[in-house]
């Protein structure tokens, strides 16, 4: 995954039933997000990072670091 997202941190999202999302636009209903902030950080440049702790039941998965935040 990346350095800042490890298997650890997922096994505790499990565990919790949360995670932060970090997205380079501010965190919205279907707006993509990715659970590392090195990766957000390399979508915005030099731009804000805005992050947010949701359910896992409120992200849709679409591999690894890309997820859609679906909060139905």
């Known amino acids: 995954m990346t350095p ?3 298997k650890d941190m997922v096994q505790r999202a499990l565990d919790e039933g949360e995670i932060t999302v970090y997205s380079s636009y ?3 209903n279907w ?3 990715t659970p590392s902030k090195m990766e957000a950080q390399a ?4 731009g ?7 359910k896992l039941d409120d ?8 997820w859609q935040y679906a909060k139905i």
């Open 48 to 54: 804000k990072v805005y992050s947010k702790t949701v």
């Open 31 to 33: 707006y993509w997000v």
């Open 26 to 28: 501010p965190i919205k």
């Open 59 to 66: 992200v849709a998965w679409v591999d690894e670091l890309q």
């Open 4 to 6: 800042d997202f490890t």
């Open 43 to 46: 979508y915005a440049w030099w």
